[in-house]
């Protein structure tokens, strides 16, 4: 069991903007100024600032101390010389809010107020399209994290959502690389500017829980580049994020935590990285390989020490013998006693120890742990915190199918039916290591309840049993029928569901770390209960909670309404009854593809996925570039609902396009107007599509969005920056970026899969 795990990276390839936010896009009110970088400022020039101080400091230390600086002492905790006036680091779980874990331990002392904000999964976060909304939502993490004592918070997670079946998609933002890399900014630098640490996660190439301590990915230079590691090297460059976390899988036969390639070459010097490197709880597995390959920090818990003994490689190299029992079980890491001795035997290890005591003390520097500083008080829970989970799940539910307006529902409804165990089911104490201890979660029924109020009759039924190989069952369907039948509208809510709640592992895990999903269908027989729902009462709308893609294709058909919640958050009954009932438009769009049938996913069509056949601990990744919907539109598969989908309850005009080149870029305009009679928002994407390339291209790529909010009747102009790095692909051949001078078409539209506008530049 992993309290953590890794993260994904993504190109910033260029500076978009958002307008507005708003709770309500009815009332919507500017939202606080986004602190964004500059997009071709590189952000980790800040971390060396103190470095005299560092290197001051540093010549204090003995060789003991500063090994005692690079590996764990508990569950949580890092390092620590009293001497010096030295604290230990303090990570903290809490990519969606800080984790119940208190100090040292794995479980909070009994009693303890340690309830705080939980946010709404980072799928939803995405969803929203709305950088800006990335800040707010790093800002109550880090102000949540300072008021806890938490150094480091250990998020965001951004890996490619490559796989449908992957566990940990919940986690994670998107399919789409520039989406990720325009996220993951906002968020890195809203936990940061509270002074805390954000650790960008996994990097790289885990995309699937299972096997993921032991398989070996393999992908072509070009993926790795234009798919794999954009969202990390924004998240770098364009985030300044102080810390990175290594994920368990091998990567090119090498496991990634200290993997030359990725660590040194890339991360380093490629991408400038002066901050800390720390590894996935227990993904060291060789000291002299760390040593030497980037690892900086080893983290993990004495339990993952029981059975294991030090590494055999140092011990070879080194003749130190196995630690003797009395030592505390953190010296037997591999970069306790055996690191100590390898140095001590071999002194040119000590420049590489001094580097990463450095890194880590340029963090505790930043985040003011250091020279008596004061840190501002942070912030647990407040009513702003819960706001803003508000908004989020607002902005980031996706409305799916809406036929013949069926939503939003009427207020002058007397009978309200809601059926499925989703409906109940708490979500924020499930998933590994993003589990949170939420102060409340508001379920979708209680939020229906509280918007309807006592002049409505609102009625349940759960119809399905969350447990272990449950099938349907005849008698909840029935009761859910009959509910039905006897309601004027229905509210399905079902979906998927977090298969692992604190401190305990399910076998029918959906949703969860260490664990991918059996397959893409409801669980539960959901489908024959919603069938039968649907058929008892066609005014139903389906609202689904989970992690990333659902087969809905056996009653999409039949359904007026269909809504993805993904997970909300502890107010997301609430954003949820808003958007039902028209207080809030939903402006939501889609981060990644919904397929048809799992069959047709480039994962599982063209790739290889869990592994190779013969070889479970092999995996190469034959889809390429083509991830997501660069697959579905290159070749021609009509996905179930498209990346970058997601309906409002108003209209909007697309006119004016003009595309304007420059040497090596070009500026996209276009009028954008709501002419519909309500208020809303548009996310405005941008599409380039290379017409002759030499090496083979996707159909198009995202290269530019911004979220436009308008009242009835208004227009606002457009203005999105294609700089090079729009145009370009890399060349293995040549082992770098390239703009092939061409014809490219720019496409404009409300989804991958629905262009309003087509212009052209050559360059």
């Not at 107020?113 to 909304?133: H, I, K, R």
């Not at 501002?376 to 013949?404: D, M, S």
């Not at 229905?490 to 999903?517: I, L, P, Q």
């Not at 996905?639 to 004016?656: C, R």
């Amino acid at each position: 069991m992993s309290p953590s795990s890794p993260c994904f990276a993504a190109l910033l390839g260029t500076a978009l903007g958002c307008l507005v936010t708003g709770a309500s896009l009815a009332q919507s009110k500017p939202a606080p100024a986004a602190k964004s970088p500059a997009p071709t400022q590189n952000k980790q020039a800040a971390l060396t600032a103190n470095d005299a101080k560092v290197n001051a400091l540093l010549k204090k230390m003995t060789l003991e101390e500063k090994v005692k600086m690079i590996h764990a002492n508990s569950a949580f905790a890092a390092g620590g010389i009293e001497r010096l006036g030295i604290p230990e680091v303090m990570t903290s779980d809490g990519p969606h809010g800080v984790r119940p874990e208190q100090g040292r331990n794995w479980r909070p002392p009994v009693g303890a107020n340690d309830a705080g904000t939980y946010m709404p999964s980072s799928n939803v976060l995405a969803s929203s399209w709305n950088p800006e909304l990335g800040y707010e939502f790093g800002s109550v993490l880090g102000r949540e994290a300072r008021a806890r004592g938490k150094d480091i918070i250990l998020g965001p997670g951004i890996n490619i959502m490559r796989a449908p079946l992957n566990g940990r998609n919940f986690e994670y933002q998107s399919e789409d690389p520039f989406l990720v890399s325009k996220m993951v900014v906002g968020y890195i630098r809203g936990v940061q500017d509270q002074g805390v640490a954000a650790c960008v996660k996994h990097y790289a190439a885990n995309n699937q829980e299972t096997h993921r301590d032991d398989i070996d990915v393999d992908m072509s230079e070009r993926a790795l580049r234009e798919i794999y590691l954009p969202g990390f090297k924004a998240a770098v460059q364009q985030g300044g994020v102080y810390s990175l976390m290594g994920s368990y899988n091998k990567f090119r036969g090498t496991y990634a935590t200290h993997n030359d390639y990725l660590m040194n070459t890339v991360l380093k010097d490629e991408w400038g990285f002066k901050g800390v490197v720390m590894s996935d709880w227990g993904s060291v597995h060789n000291t002299m390989e760390a040593l030497r390959n980037g690892t900086d920090l080893e983290m993990g818990t004495d339990l993952m020490l029981m059975n294991k003994s030090v590494d055999q490689t140092a011990t070879a190299s080194t003749g130190a013998g196995t630690p003797a029992p009395a030592k505390p079980l953190y010296d037997q890491f591999y970069f306790g006693d055996a690191a100590l001795e390898a140095a001590k035997k071999d002194p040119t290890l000590v420049p590489l120890i001094d580097d990463k005591v450095r890194r880590i003390l340029r963090v505790m520097y930043a985040t003011n742990m250091l020279e008596g500083a004061k840190r501002q008080p942070g912030a647990y829970n407040t009513a702003a915190h819960q706001a803003t989970a508000r908004k989020v799940a607002e902005e980031g539910i996706v409305l799916l199918k809406n036929e013949a307006n069926f939503l939003p529902l009427k207020k002058t409804v007397k009978t309200v039916a809601v059926i499925g165990a989703n409906a109940t089911r708490e979500n924020a104490m499930g998933g590994g290591s993003g589990q949170v201890k939420a102060k409340y979660e508001i379920s979708a029924l209680q939020g229906l309840k509280n918007e309807l109020g006592s002049q409505v009759t609102v009625t349940y039924a759960p119809g399905y049993t969350i447990a272990r190989d449950q099938k349907a069952d005849p008698a909840l369907i029935a009761e859910a029928v009959a509910a039905a039948k006897a309601a004027e509208v229905v509210v399905y809510v079902g979906g998927s569901f977090h298969g692992y709640d604190y401190g305990k592992w399910s076998d029918n895990a959906y949703d969860a770390e260490g664990t991918d999903k059996p397959d893409l269908h409801l669980p539960f027989g959901q489908d024959e209960l919603v069938q039968a729902v649907l058929k008892a009462n066609p005014n139903t709308v389906v609202v689904l909670l989970g992690g990333g893609p659902i087969d809905v294709s056996p009653w999409a058909a039949q359904a007026k309404g269909i809504l993805e919640a993904w997970y909300p958050g502890m107010e997301g009954g609430t954003a949820l009854a808003n958007i039902l009932f028209g207080d809030v438009n939903p402006s939501g769009k889609l981060p990644v593809t919904f397929p048809v049938k799992l069959e047709d996913s480039p994962a599982h069509k063209l790739g290889e996925y869990p592994s190779t056949p013969g070889n479970p601990l092999k995996q190469t990744y034959k889809d390429d570039i083509f991830v997501g919907y660069r697959y579905y539109d290159t070749y021609k598969v009509a996905p179930q609902f498209a990346f970058g989908h997601g309906l409002s309850y108003t209209t909007f005009k697309y006119d004016q396009l003009s595309v304007t080149p420059g040497t090596k870029s070009a500026t996209v305009k276009l009028r954008v107007t709501n002419s519909g009679k309500t208020a809303g928002a548009e996310v405005v994407q941008v599409y380039v599509h290379d017409e002759q390339s030499s090496v083979k291209r996707p159909e198009k790529e995202l290269k530019g969005f911004q979220k436009v909010f308008l009242k009835p009747g208004e227009s606002k102009t457009v203005t999105v920056a294609l700089d090079s790095e729009a145009f370009q692909f890399y060349s293995e051949a040549q082992k770098k970026w390239v703009l092939e001078p061409g014809k490219f078409d720019v496409l404009v539209g409300s989804s991958s899969r629905d262009i309003r506008l087509t212009g052209s530049l050559t360059l």
